[in-house]
């Protein structure tokens, strides 16, 4: 792996224990950072399910999109909570 590669994965990883802290069952986030954040510009989705480890990686599971990477989501504000 690259430097730069690396550089990511540990931001990501840091990212994803942070969200572990603060995402629980039935809040709304965004997706961030991943390439399907580009195709889903502005949508929030609700977590349905307790984040669980896969394969090494943790990952909440999101109405309509199945288990995704806790370091590639953020938490929606208060205000964008609809």
């Known amino acids: 792996m690259t430097n730069k590669a690396l550089q990511i994965k540990r931001v990501r990883e840091k990212r994803a224990m942070a969200n572990l802290a603060k995402i629980r ?11 399907e954040a580009e195709h889903n510009a502005g949508r929030l989705f609700l977590v349905l399910d307790e ?19 806790a370091g590639c989501v953020e938490l929606a504000e208060k205000g964008d909570q609809q």
């Open 25 to 35: 069952k039935g809040d709304k986030v965004r997706l961030y950072d991943c390439f």
């Open 51 to 69: 984040p669980k480890e896969i394969c090494g990686t943790w990952c909440f599971r999101l109405e309509g999109k199945g288990w995704f990477d």
